[in-house]
C-alpha cells in the first residue's frame, strides 16, 4: 500500500478507539515505559502533546516529573524547513497553540535547547515496524531535526522512542534514505527493540 493511502487508514483506524480505550493504553504504555532502562537513566526526556488519537505520553510525563527529570516539549521554528527545538515543560508551563493547532510552551528563545543535548525523544508516529522505520504524519520535522544522527557519527545524540498502539504496527514499511530510524517503539503491549 502507498504511503499516503497507509497513513490515512491508520489515523483512521486510531481516531476510532473510544476516549476510555485510549486512556487506558497510555496508562498500560507507562508500565512499559518506565521500567525501561533507558528511560530511567535519562535526564532530559523530550514528549509531545497527543493529537488525532495518537498515544498520550501524558502519564509518562507525569512519572518524568515525579522522577526529578526535565521534560521538554517540541516547538516549531520560524522556518519549519530547518526542524524543531524543544522547550523545557512544567505543569505550570503557559501554552500557545502553534501553526497546526498543538500546544507548545511559550518561552523565550534563550530557554530552548537543541535536539542533540537530549538523552532520549519520544516520537509520535503514524505506523512502524519491525526495523524500526516509521511513518510520521508527513512533514519530515523529526527527520530533519534529528539527521545529524545520519551524518554525525561522533555525535550520536538521543535514544530515538517511539510510542504507538500496537494496531499501528506493520511488518515492513517502505524506508526513504533521509528516514531517521527508531531505536525502539514502545505500545501498550510491547516494547520493540531495534
Known amino acids: 500500500?502507498?504511503?499516503?493511502?497507509?497513513?490515512?487508514?491508520?489515523?483512521?483506524?486510531?481516531?476510532?478507539?473510544?476516549?476510555q480505550t485510549r486512556k487506558q493504553h497510555s496508562l498500560q504504555l507507562l508500565r512499559h515505559a518506565k521500567n525501561f532502562k533507558p528511560f530511567r537513566q535519562s535526564r532530559r526526556i523530550a514528549f509531545y502533546h497527543a493529537v488525532g488519537g495518537e498515544i498520550d505520553p501524558k502519564p509518562l510525563l507525569d512519572e518524568a516529573l515525579r522522577s526529578g527529570k526535565t521534560p521538554y516539549l517540541p516547538i516549531l521554528r520560524q522556518d519549519a524547513a530547518i526542524g524543531l527545538w524543544f522547550a523545557p515543560y512544567t505543569h505550570k508551563?503557559?501554552?500557545?497553540?502553534?501553526?497546526?493547532?498543538?500546544?507548545?510552551?511559550?518561552?523565550?528563545?534563550?530557554?530552548?535547547?537543541?535536539?542533540?543535548?537530549?538523552?532520549?525523544?519520544?516520537?509520535?508516529?503514524?505506523?512502524?515496524?519491525?526495523?524500526?522505520?516509521?511513518?510520521?504524519?508527513?512533514?519530515?520535522?523529526?527527520?530533519?531535526?534529528?539527521?545529524?544522527?545520519?551524518?554525525?557519527?561522533?555525535?550520536?545524540?538521543?535514544?530515538?522512542?517511539?510510542?504507538?498502539?500496537?494496531?499501528?504496527?506493520?511488518?515492513?514499511?517502505?524506508?526513504?534514505?533521509?528516514?531517521?530510524?527508531?531505536?525502539?517503539?514502545i505500545t501498550e503491549t510491547h516494547r520493540y527493540q531495534f
Open 1 to 19: 500500500m502507498q504511503t499516503p493511502r497507509l497513513r490515512q487508514q491508520i489515523k483512521a483506524e486510531r481516531r476510532q478507539l473510544s476516549r
Open 93 to 185: 508551563a503557559k501554552l500557545k497553540l502553534n501553526r497546526y493547532g498543538i500546544p507548545e510552551p511559550a518561552v523565550v528563545h534563550r530557554q530552548l535547547i537543541k535536539p542533540w543535548s537530549l538523552d532520549m525523544v519520544f516520537v509520535p508516529l503514524v505506523a512502524f515496524d519491525d526495523h524500526g522505520h516509521r511513518i510520521g504524519m508527513g512533514g519530515g520535522f523529526y527527520d530533519r531535526t534529528f539527521a545529524f544522527k545520519q551524518q554525525r557519527t561522533h555525535l550520536s545524540g538521543p535514544i530515538m522512542v517511539g510510542l504507538a498502539h500496537n494496531l499501528q504496527y506493520r511488518p515492513a514499511l517502505k524506508s526513504n534514505p533521509w528516514d531517521i530510524p527508531l531505536d525502539c517503539v
